[in-house]
């Protein structure tokens, strides 16, 4: 048996490059990441998490998996393309409008590789890493964080693995940005970042208002990216969506390495719409 995944192992088979095509031929990229619905003993619903923004106008959608070993290991070489035609209409909108998240289950794609025999390689994310408010209330307000994504589309098409960013919280992950169930974070979020899970990611020890824990580990889905405050140049500042795509633009927006994350205590609000499923 090949030794077990680390935690940082484990979080890069956490995600998945989505790669969208519009009807006029525009491609764009983002970031999913898996997660369970509607656990109910050992049933649930996996599904892929990102942003509406991402698949909005996506007449394509493609992606890649990767291949389970007999050992039940990754195995990292071996993938299994897709490509899914009317794409947008796949993903279930988060049940408030103005919350830039959808969700798409995956069942049909498991049990199409199912009939090949062949199965998957994939770790999910649930609500158990979702912080809750003492973990939240508990927090310094300056922590590090984590983001597993494709900048730029950037990723090792090879072993099929995302890219690992670090970066600070930059408002208290505890209060609401603006009124808004979102904070702020200091890190590099370029376009196909959207989607992205950011995380408070501890495997060595970490501070907490109780004290210092060296050697215990905390790992909590702190959100999701998928916008960013950036200026012109003219020196006006707008809050922006990540984009999916590199395009022309008539004005110059410069990003400022500053994210905005809708907290993942909004996930629970598309449980009942899977309840049924699991």
């Known amino acids: 048996m090949p030794p077990p995944l680390s935690p940082a192992e484990q979080l890069a088979y956490s995600t998945v490059r989505i790669e969208?095509?519009?009807?006029?031929?525009?491609?764009?990229?983002?970031?999913?990441?898996?997660?369970?619905?509607?656990?109910?003993?050992?049933?649930?619903?996996?599904?892929?998490?990102?942003?509406?923004?991402?698949?909005?106008g996506a007449a394509k959608g493609r992606f890649r998996l990767t291949l389970r070993a007999a050992d039940g290991s990754p195995d990292r070489l071996n993938h299994l393309n897709f490509e899914i035609a009317n794409f947008e209409q796949r993903w279930t909108a988060h049940p408030d409008g103005s919350t830039d998240l959808c969700v798409m289950p995956i069942a049909p794609l498991l049990h199409q590789a199912a009939s090949q025999n062949k199965s998957f390689f994939f770790i999910t994310l649930d609500k158990?890493?979702?912080?809750?408010?003492?973990?939240?209330?508990?927090?310094?307000?300056?922590?590090?964080?984590?983001?597993v994504g494709y900048p730029n589309g950037i990723w090792d098409e090879t072993n099929n693995f995302p890219v690992f960013r670090r970066g600070v919280t930059a408002s208290h992950p505890l209060h609401d940005w603006n009124g808004k169930q979102e904070f702020l974070i200091d890190a590099a979020c370029f376009p196909g970042s959207s989607g992205s899970p950011v995380l408070i990611f501890n495997t060595h020890g970490y501070q907490s208002k109780k004290g210092t824990f060296i050697g215990a580990s905390r790992i909590k889905l702190l959100g999701v990216l998928y916008a960013g405050p950036q200026y012109t140049v003219t020196g006006e500042i707008k809050i922006i969506m990540v984009p999916t795509s590199n395009v022309p633009i008539a004005v110059s927006h410069i990003p400022n390495n500053l994210g905005i994350i809708i907290k993942s205590s909004k996930l629970a609000a598309f449980e009942p719409l899977f309840a049924d499923a699991a």
């Open 20 to 56: 969208t095509v519009a009807i006029n031929g525009a491609i764009g990229t983002g970031t999913g990441f898996f997660y369970r619905l509607a656990e109910t003993g050992d049933k649930h619903v996996p599904v892929i998490v990102t942003n509406k923004h991402v698949v909005a």
């Open 128 to 147: 158990s890493f979702v912080p809750t408010p003492a973990d939240l209330e508990e927090m310094l307000g300056l922590e590090e964080v984590v983001m």
